[in-house]
């Protein structure tokens, strides 16, 4: 066996030595061609000594220690420098090579220990024990860094990479195992050791393909090989100071081991509470890319991610506002977020809400003021430097309930060919932090992506309204035709009554004919509704409560509402058209109420703007409904309803500058507010409002 190691290492000494002859020769190669010159003489002079001195020989294994050194030199060599750093390589990898060559340095150090306690062997012991940990952790650390050097580069580069990152594995892997097995035998395991001999033989060839490596530059970071890396340093680093701590106890001479149990049992508590918890693994991801990589983010996995939550199939997701919300919330791990999209007034209005139960918004979310601004600008406002008392050009333009509300974080304006579509409020992630300017940066082109999803939707529901009122203007046609019909019929009866009024049986004819006639028409009127639009007024300043009576003329004889007016309420309005709007109203909030339960219509002023309230106690309607389908064409909770009313009264209301707001519980009964500007406001003239 002693043959075998002596031999088998004298012809691994002579084949690294010709390596590094034949390096010697080349003119091409720069640092690292010095570096694996230098490594390939320390194996070859540490191949020497084992062969002369046989194993476990202290020059030996300092010289092993010092080629390993030259080895993780010549790694480095490899790793190109980033350009974000300015031709620098990353603080965290000259970190982690610089630990192994701490480690390295302290087995060079404990293997020169025992010629200072030749008479004890039980330190002698502890110290072998000591260098074989750090053998251990040694190995592992720069399987590591292999595996990550090999994953980050090109598929060109790896072609003349993979031989020589085999070799090195090789050995390293072996030892690995032959440190491992040391520790446990507490000595060197001779028949291992000879053929590790053997194989340093097989790696010298496998060496030769290193002067390809000229496209190793062309390398890609791989964020999760990096992640995957240092995790894999942190469990090795981790594993090897128990080893050592525990051993340390041991030396001490403890009667008992209750101090290794509690030592074991606090690491087994720190890795319970590091390894699943999803905020330190957040933390330690981010430290890894803001270290390790020029930008932050993963820019691929981040677009893939964004694309396949937007775009999941609406049967087996939330619909596309709460998906658009929650894309832009995943990208900074929100807990939550609120989308605003533009209403009939210009401001904003709130949505859709994803995960954010406790927020308190409005209906009205934001005034025109600050959509105009977020369209003017495009820029991201954080609320969390507001509060700080940074950006105080921007702190009068946003609403009182955002900056209260201690969990709202950043304000994404959602622009779409210049135009400002909506804005997401996002929920303070689990870590929260000030953006920069990569942020800000990713938070635009997320928003504007995110923009033009919704400006498609809002198309998409526009073209099938069109298309719904397409069969609409249909079914008209169908019903005029009916009435053509009717009407043809009654001319024939009126003609034919001029000549045969005075027979019985002709007025018996002419009474079943207006009979069924006037059934009929009544059949045609239940299938039309109220749906009628008349030519509109000129604007002027009219009292709203003596236009709310004479629309209730006639209606309060079959129905009871009631009107409250304190004072004399003036606004600039088309008369018809806006008791056409409040009919809608009044008429939907009877349906909705039981029999006999009155209705209130409540005139007033807020401020600047006058103020019509229906109010009802009847069924009342969900916050879902209200917020997608209450102001849609043909969506109805009425039995045989067009679900035009509220559609229609919004419009109306809009084309005057005014907006409606709906408070409503299931149970409950529902607060429709008509808000309009005041007369005296515009001096008689017409308000420039929003547009249905």
Known sequence: MLAAIQWGHALAAFMFAALVGWQMTARHGGSRRIALILACALTASWCALVSLSGAGGIASSVTKSLADLAWLGFLFALQPPTAAAGGQRRPVILGIYALLGALIVGAVVIKTLPLAFTGSPRIQETLFLAGQSLRVAIAAGALCLLHNLYTAASPEARWGLGSPMLALALMWGFDLNLATVAYLIDGWPIGLFALRGLLMVLIAPMLVTVSRLATLDRMRASRSAGFQTLTLVVCGAYLALMVLVARLF???????????FTLAAVFVAFALSFFPSSRYRQRFKKAVARNLFQHRYDYRLEWRRFTETVGQPAEAAPDLPERTVKAIGDIFDCEGGLLMQRGPDGGLEASARWNWRTLAAPQAAAPLALAGHLERQGEVIEIERMRHGEEPAVLPLVPEWMVAEEDAWVLVPLIHFDRLVGAVLLQRPREPRLLDEEDHDLLRVAGRQVASYLAEARGQEALSDARRFDEFNRRFAFIMHDIKNLVSQLSLLARNAERHADKPEFRADMIDTLRNSVGKMNDLLARLSQHHRSRPDEPEPHSLRALAEEMLRGRTNSYPVRISAPDEVMAVVDPDRFEQALGHLVQNAIDASADGQPVD??????????????????????????????????????????GIGAYEARSIIAGMGGRIEVQSREGEGARFTVTLPMAALFGGGLPTGGTA
């Open 250 to 260: 041991a030396i001490a001479g403890h009667p008992d081991r209750l101090p290794q």
């Open 601 to 642: 219509l409540i005139i007033g002023r807020r401020g600047l703007e006058a103020v019509v309230e229906v109010v009802d106690r009847g069924c009342g309607m969900s916050a879902e409904f209200i917020r997608s389908r209450l102001f849609h064409p043909f969506s109805s909770t009425k039995e045989g309803g067009f």
